[in-house]
């Protein structure tokens, strides 16, 4: 018999998260969007948000959102700060003298779209004009992009952001495609693998990042070699998959390195048996997968683990676009044509 | 990446033991409580503490405060959330218009690292503190040795050592150890540190992709050139450290991506050669010829070999059939667990060789 996911219990975990996160998740304060990105995310790819949220309560959450998002004043001093912030300890939204204290997030903004798609919610109170001004000034000369202005910090994690905001909006002319192509192909190791930037370590989670990119900017062949980088990403698989070479197996690889495996075409490929097998046993007893067998769950390793095991057993579960964590149903329906799979080389 | 920090602040950061709602200090601030709307999504449930220092950190920097408080404050909404990212912001605008002291900053990172030690922006916040402290354009004559010697740069590496002590593996440690290295061009001694790395553990991957680093990044990109002597001599040190674990998959995917990328032809010129050998000696052959990496790389360096042999049909047939055994090997005794992607590859080979 195939391994089972404990379906219901997992709902639940999704629920309590939605509805409140003790105080020991204070360090997830500045990335609450995030968060609940990856509640919805969960309930959905098991099939369940309906069931679990009422419309009443989806409105709720689609006002909470939108109550993050900065919009844009029509200055060029704010115009970088435009977008959804990661939470709501920011602000507040119409005294600030100091621009910078009410300021987005690429992260944010990324992960509010995908949860207001994931609600139903059709995206027309969105201030998309100055989204994609913010990340026309986030981008820099090397390509890369950062997540918010006054920070040295630029990996893939934005690039892939500011592709994803791109694709749902429909409207790329906030990122130099060719640039970001460039920074991300820098990136590719010689072990095959990618990296945060130039010459670091391969890492699976920024693998996902440059992968995901490339194919929703329809560029997967400049990956110098592919079937290198396939490689790499199948070799992280011990039984569930590791971030890096002799590192241990983390559920959330099971997505990470799982979805890029997707995208590079490699779906028939891996021994679907043995990542389910690791994570039916990273899921804990009231719900919710963690990192590794015998810890604490979290949202996040929860809802990609559920994300992970779905693409390993494709029956039991809606179809989740490995590009984009949005269903493919609704993917096709909005027309996001870089994201399907059939545009991605299957 | 989710980490569950339970705040303990500096002894020096300790607050007074009165909530700031007392302190006279605060007194003329009115706080701004966190507007979180009807129906939050996903509340915290905040310790008083936070939820205070957050309510005056708001007010403040809203009103883009420059003061020593807003700076000390800053700090302690950091170290209590160092995800905070406006905060870590604002913390450095302050620094510079206050015209505080770079160093006392950076032991103030060095104080809170230990507690958010996988964290991005107090990197990245290190990084640019480092910047501001040495410009690399001041030390341009100084030879190698005597930029060792210089304070800043000797603080730093000793900081990431003793991170990369704690956590070998620590990915920002090492990321930022290379952001040193090239910035102040202090090439000399990062292989010593690296083998040193590699001789306490030799499957930290971490260390075998900084001897990488260290070969080829100290020169502007697409001049590095993979001479002889040096592969030979890369070839020497890698044999070694298989001899020590041959089931380690850094060495061989270490060795093979180095020629791979800037000398193919030595795959089956040098390499070959060299871990046929290994698998030979009586002392290593079992362990040697039953790990998966060694088959894998074996398949690569056929391959490699096969597309040089384009011309002469029957040494090219013969290669491929070595490869599409070490593909059979693979997928049917030394790496089931990707006994389909080495079918694959098979298949994939025949189709190269029809080529």
């Known amino acids: 018999m195939a391994t089972q996911l404990a379906v219901d219990s997992h709902a639940r975990y999704f629920r309590i998260c939605l509805s409140g996160l003790p105080h020991q998740m204070t360090s997830l304060d500045a990335a609450r969007m995030t968060f609940v990105q990856l509640c919805l995310v969960g309930l959905t790819a098991l099939g369940k948000l309906d069931e679990v949220c009422s419309a009443e309560e989806k409105k709720q959450m689609i006002e909470w959102i939108y109550g993050q998002q900065v919009l844009g004043d029509g200055t060029e001093l704010s115009a970088a700060y435009c977008g959804f912030r990661g939470g709501s300890l920011?602000?507040?939204?119409?005294?600030?003298?100091?621009v910078a204290a009410n300021s987005a997030n690429v992260a944010g903004t990324y992960s509010a779209l995908c949860a207001l798609l994931l609600l139903g919610d059709d995206l027309s109170r969105v201030d998309r004009p100055a989204i994609v001004e913010a990340l026309r000034c986030l981008q820099q000369d090397s390509g890369c992009f950062a997540p918010h202005p006054g920070t040295t910090e630029r990996d893939p994690r934005f690039i892939y952001c500011a592709c994803a905001i791109s694709a749902i909006l429909g409207d790329w002319s906030g990122v130099d495609k060719d640039a970001a192509v460039k920074y991300i192909v820098s990136c590719c190791n010689p072990d095959g693998g990618m990296t945060?930037?130039?010459?670091?370590?391969?890492?699976?989670?920024?693998?996902?990042?440059?992968v995901a990119s490339l194919a929703l900017m329809g560029r997967l062949d400049a990956i110098p070699d592919q079937q290198r980088t396939l490689k790499w990403a199948l070799q992280r698989q011990n039984c569930g998959y590791q971030?890096?070479?002799?590192?241990?197996?983390?559920?959330?690889?099971?997505?990470?390195?799982?979805?890029?495996?997707?995208?590079?075409?490699?779906?028939?490929?891996v021994d679907a048996a043995a990542v389910s097998a690791f994570l039916v046993q990273c899921e804990t007893r009231f719900g919710g997968i963690a990192k590794f067998p015998d810890e604490f769950p979290d949202p996040l390793h929860a809802a990609l683990g559920v994300v992970g095991f779905a693409f390993c057993n494709p029956d039991g579960f809606p179809r989740m676009s490995p590009t984009l964590l949005l269903p493919e149903s609704l993917v096709d329906r909005l027309d996001i044509k870089a994201a399907r799979r059939s545009n991605n080389g299957e | 990446m989710v980490r569950i920090v339970d705040s303990e602040l500096d002894q020096e950061d300790l607050p007074s033991p009165l909530p700031m709602s007392e302190q006279e200090e605060w007194s003329d601030v009115v706080p701004i409580p966190q507007d979180d709307g009807r129906h939050p999504v996903c509340p915290i449930a905040y310790k008083d503490d936070y939820r205070e220092m957050t309510d005056y950190f708001r007010a403040i920097m809203a009103a883009g405060e420059v003061s020593q408080r807003a700076f000390d404050l800053a700090g302690r909404v950091i170290d209590a959330n160092a995800a905070h990212y406006t905060a870590w912001v604002y913390r450095k605008k302050l620094l510079l218009d206050l015209g505080?002291?770079?160093?006392?900053?950076?032991?103030?990172?060095?104080?809170?690292?230990?507690?958010?030690?996988?964290?991005?922006?107090?990197?990245?916040?290190?990084?640019?503190?480092?910047?501001?402290?040495?410009?690399?354009?001041?030390?341009?004559d100084k030879t190698q040795d005597e930029r060792m010697q210089i304070p800043a740069i000797?603080?730093?590496?000793?900081?990431?050592?003793?991170?990369?002590?704690?956590?070998?593996?620590?990915?920002?440690a090492w990321s930022h150890r290379q952001f040193v290295v090239r910035l102040y061009g202090i090439w000399d001694q990062e292989m010593a540190y690296v083998e040193t790395q590699i001789n306490q553990d030799v499957r930290n991957n971490s260390a075998w992709n900084q001897r990488y680093f260290v070969l080829t990044a100290n020169q502007p990109a697409d001049v590095f050139v993979l001479t002889d002597d040096v592969a030979d001599k890369e070839i020497a040190y890698v044999m070694d450290k298989i001899k020590l674990a041959p089931n380690n998959e850094s060495p061989w995917s270490y060795i093979v991506g180095l020629l791979?990328?800037?000398?193919?032809?030595?795959?089956?010129?040098?390499?070959l050669p060299s871990i046929n050998a290994l698998a030979a000696a009586d002392e290593y052959a079992l362990a040697v010829s039953s790990t998966p990496f060694f088959w894998?790389?074996?398949?690569?360096?056929y391959e490699e070999q096969a597309k040089a042999l384009a011309g002469a049909e029957q040494q090219q047939a013969e290669v491929m059939a070595f490869a599409s055994e070490a593909c059979e090997s693979l997928a049917t005794k030394y790496d089931p667990i990707r006994a389909k992607y080495w079918e694959y590859r098979k298949q994939t080979l025949k189709t190269a060789s029809a080529c």
């Open chain 2, 260 to 271: 791979m990328r800037h000398a193919p032809n030595m795959l089956y010129e040098r390499l």
């Open chain 2, 154 to 172: 000797r603080r730093e590496l000793q900081f990431v050592g003793e991170v990369i002590d704690k956590d070998s593996k620590n990915f920002h």
């Open chain 1, 196 to 210: 945060q930037a130039p010459f670091q370590e391969s890492h699976g989670g920024h693998l996902y990042c440059c």
């Open chain 1, 243 to 269: 971030g890096r070479v002799n590192k241990p197996a983390d559920s959330c690889y099971s997505f990470w390195v799982g979805a890029a495996v997707e995208l590079l075409g490699g779906h028939d490929l």
């Open chain 2, 100 to 140: 505080l002291d770079i160093s006392s900053e950076l032991d103030w990172v060095s104080r809170i690292s230990e507690r958010h030690i996988k964290n991005y922006q107090l990197w990245h916040h290190r990084g640019a503190l480092l910047e501001l402290l040495l410009d690399p354009k001041g030390i341009a």
């Open chain 1, 90 to 98: 920011f602000g507040p939204h119409d005294l600030c003298d100091y």
């Open chain 2, 296 to 301: 894998s790389a074996l398949v690569d360096i």
